[in-house]
């Protein structure tokens, strides 16, 4: 698995050095960082039958990446 769909620098490529530059100082941007690429590679094995998950939970998950989603872009535009 080579290419993980909906990572964060495909998702906004015009904060990519914003986006470096806050995962070096600020913590609770780089805890977003990670737990939105922890739940986004959890969502691909689950769409790619590697880890098969059953609809409630692939829901919460899309859901949860949402969230962080929005909260990381918040901090960028910011």
Known sequence: MSNTPHQL???FPEHAERMHQLKQTD???????EAYDEVNR???????????????HM????????????EIYGMLAA
């Open 27 to 33: 913590a609770h941007f780089a805890k977003l960082h």
């Open 9 to 11: 620098a495909e998702e």
């Open 59 to 70: 829901e919460e998950m899309r859901k949860e990446r949402m969230r962080l989603k929005d």
């Open 42 to 56: 959890a969502i691909h094995r689950a769409e790619t039958n590697i880890e098969p998950t059953d609809d409630l």
